[in-house]
């Protein structure tokens, strides 16, 4: 795979909540890349994304 055809670069917008319960958190979050990998990658321009679920407990 040729590794030119990507950017070196993603800006992006991220976003999440966090809960606090009886000393337990819970939290969830995602990103969203808006900078295209590729603009040339099979016809498509594919962007990032990522999701993120977070849990624990506060001393």
Same mark, same amino acid.
């Given at each position: 795979?040729?590794?030119?055809?990507? =950017? =070196? &670069?993603?800006?992006?917008?991220? %976003?999440?909540?966090?809960?606090?319960?009886?000393?337990?958190?819970?939290?969830?979050?995602? %990103?969203? !890349? &808006?900078?295209?990998?590729?603009?040339? &990658?099979?016809?498509?321009?594919?962007?990032?994304? !990522?999701? @993120? &679920?977070?849990?624990? @407990?506060?001393?």
């Amino acid at each position: 795979m040729n590794t030119k055809k990507f =950017r =070196r &670069l993603d800006m992006g917008i991220e %976003a999440g909540v966090d809960l606090l319960v009886n000393h337990f958190m819970i939290g969830v979050e995602i %990103a969203f !890349g &808006l900078t295209p990998l590729s603009n040339n &990658l099979m016809n498509k321009k594919p962007k990032n994304i !990522g999701g @993120y &679920l977070m849990f624990g @407990y506060q001393f």
